[in-house]
């Protein structure tokens, strides 16, 4: 049954992962529904999203392949400064405060009213965000790039969503919204590897045979599921915005709030 629980998990975090309503945050909600017992430690939680952004490499290669093949061209040197430098903060505030986030945070009410605040500020950038004049990863300053980055870190909190902070930020720093959506991909990838890589040091010696295999399951299942809805998601939020994910996320946190007063 716990494997059953980790494919389900897998399948929750490969949809959720890129759309802003906080894959972390789902996965915490239907931990505690499902008493999922998982490895100690929210491992699980932590690597299996590794999994579901694997597949940016897989479905990006060319420009992957393009920068590591022409690393002497600008373009590539502005793309790789932009990835790094956005990722910077997420790699100090997370070694920092990765363990006090995990013990206090990690709960279903701080996931609820996250989710709440952050579907109305969504609701709000998507009527006042600016006009965009950064249409590539490669076109934005070092400025706007280590700002994302810093938004971003505001995704430490479960609930808030990481794509969420990193892509309504990038709107209002006047990136296009493809644009916005595709850089919040490609910093996913340092991002996640790190977090993915520390949690497992910290964790390892915990970590059973049968945990393994947890983990395995649910990284192959998110690794699938977003291969197959990563392109759907691009192609949505070009024609739709993101409006219907903000009001998603405070139905879902209010009904969770309503639930955990009952």
Same mark, same amino acid.
């Given at each position: 049954m716990e494997f059953l629980n980790a494919a389900f998990l897998g399948i929750v975090e490969g949809l959720t992962e890129f759309l802003p309503v906080s894959?972390?945050?789902?996965? =915490?909600? *239907?931990?505690?529904?499902?008493?999922?017992?998982?490895?100690?430690? #929210?491992? +699980?939680?932590? $690597? =299996?999203? *590794?999994?579901?952004?694997?597949?940016?490499?897989?479905?990006?290669? #060319?420009? +992957?392949?393009? $920068?590591?093949?022409?690393?002497?061209r600008r373009q590539n040197q502005h793309f790789v400064r932009n990835i790094l430098l956005a990722f910077l903060p997420a790699m100090v505030i997370g070694f920092f405060a990765h363990a006090t986030i995990k013990t206090a945070l990690f709960n279903p009410t701080v996931v609820a009213i996250a989710l709440i605040m952050g579907g109305v500020v969504i609701l709000l950038i998507e009527k006042f965000k600016p006009a965009p004049t950064i249409h590539q990863t490669e076109d934005m300053g070092w400025k706007t790039a280590l700002t994302i980055g810093?938004?971003?870190?505001i995704a430490m909190i479960p609930g808030v969503s990481r794509s969420g902070a990193s892509i309504m930020g990038a709107l209002m720093l006047k990136v296009e919204r493809k644009a916005a959506a595709e850089f919040s991909f490609f910093l996913a990838l340092p991002t996640m590897l790190a977090a993915t890589v520390y949690d497992l040091y910290k964790n390892h010696a915990s970590i059973t045979s049968e945990g393994a295999g947890l983990i395995a399951?649910?990284?192959?299942?998110?690794?699938?599921?977003?291969l197959l809805v990563v392109r759907w998601v691009l192609r949505f939020v070009q024609t739709h915005g993101y409006g219907v994910f903000a009001w998603y996320r405070i139905m879902l946190g209010s009904v969770i709030l309503a639930l955990a007063y009952v």
């Open positions: 894959s972390t945050g789902h996965l =915490i909600l *239907l931990v505690d529904l499902l008493k999922f017992q998982g490895p100690p430690g #929210r491992v +699980f939680e932590v $690597v =299996i999203q *590794l999994g579901a952004i694997c597949a940016i490499v897989v479905l990006y290669w #060319r420009k +992957f392949m393009d $920068v590591l093949l022409h690393l002497d810093f938004i971003q870190c399951v649910g990284f192959l299942t998110a690794f699938i599921t977003a």
